[in-house]
Nanobody, 116 residues
Framework: QVQLVESGGGLVQTGGSLTLSCAFSGSSFSNYVMAWYRQAPGKQRELVAKITNSGTTTYTDSVKGRFAISRDNAKTTVSLRMNSLKPEDTAVYYC??????????WGQGTRVTVSS
């Protein structure tokens, strides 16, 4: 069974930076598309960024140019570097791993709070 453990959340001021990390275990990491989602209070969970097993990345428009997703297949980790943080980035961030139907896993989430 896949396990995802996020770390790196916290409190940061507007304009600051944070790096989130997600440790993957329990299956073959290279099979999975990895992604970061977030859920702000009172809002639906949204896709922030994803990276395929070949390294192709996509981002939601609101974070383009500020966030960068990366993966290390040897260490089976995925990271999200977040720069120029804004109060609207405040949310619980979730790591996601998806391969095919029935192989969709979530981490427990890590909270990011950006103070104005």
């Amino acid at each position: 069974q896949v396990q995802l453990v996020e770390s790196g959340g916290g409190l940061v001021q507007t304009g600051g930076s944070l790096t989130l990390s997600c440790a993957f275990s329990g299956s073959s990491f290279s099979n999975y598309v990895m992604a970061w989602y977030r859920q702000a209070p009172g809002k639906q969970r949204e896709l922030v960024a994803k990276i395929t097993n070949s390294g192709t990345t996509t981002y939601t428009d609101s974070v383009k140019g500020r966030f960068a997703i990366s993966r290390d297949n040897a260490k089976t980790t995925v990271s999200l570097r977040m720069n120029s943080l804004k109060p609207e980035d405040t949310a619980v961030y979730y790591c996601n791993a998806i391969w095919r139907i029935g192989y969709n896993f979530w981490g427990q989430g890590t909270r990011v709070t950006v103070s104005s």
